[in-house]
């Protein structure tokens, strides 16, 4: 972490002065650490407590499926290091992980989507990302998981299970630093 420039955080300081706090954006409840919302049956996470080193989040809440990460659910949570997404999430919103300090993710094989602004997906603007792993089963690497308009991915390595029949539409755009898959 220490050899990550401060500039490489720039997008994250942009992101933050675009985003308010996403409490005001719906009746947000709490569960633990984690802020979310709910549709109907479905719960879509929208945040987490300020100090928040480590996540895991439950794949229901009150009997409701946890289905969707909100865009910028985590971003500026600089103390967070791990994040342990359940099996059942469907959807990922863009620059989820943003300014973070995970420096590793699995993503569940039931993830079909990304959320992309312009070219930036789920996991762009975290500069301690170097490790990706989707989980066994994933038939389809969605659209834009990984990339960057502005070169802000950072994952070197990316796990492939042999379940994976399809990647999606610049799942991978300007990840500059990728050398290695399995």
Avoid at 113 to 139: E, H, M
Wanted: glycine letters at 6%; one cysteine or more.
């Amino acid at each position: 972490y220490e050899d990550v420039a401060e500039e490489d955080y720039a997008v994250s300081e942009e992101v933050a002065d675009q985003v308010e706090d996403s409490s005001l954006l719906a009746d947000s409840l709490a569960y633990e650490n984690l802020q979310y919302t709910v549709n109907g049956d479905s719960i879509t996470i929208t945040g987490c407590d300020e100090d928040a080193t480590s996540l895991t989040i439950p794949a229901q809440i009150d009997e409701k499926n946890v289905v969707a990460i909100q865009d910028y659910a985590f971003n500026e949570r600089s103390n967070l290091t791990s994040l342990t997404i359940p099996e059942g999430v469907t959807s990922l919103g863009y620059y989820m992980i943003c300014g973070t300090r995970i420096s590793s993710i699995t993503i569940p094989s039931t993830v079909t989507s990304s959320r992309s602004n312009g070219t930036n997906g789920a996991l762009a603007g975290c500069p301690t990302l170097t490790l990706v792993t989707f989980a066994p089963g994933t038939k389809k690497i969605p659209d834009y998981i990984c990339a960057s308009s502005s070169q802000t991915s950072y994952v070197q390595t990316v796990t492939i299970p042999d379940s994976v029949e399809e990647i999606g539409y610049s799942a991978f755009y300007n990840c500059v630093n990728l050398t290695g898959g399995i």
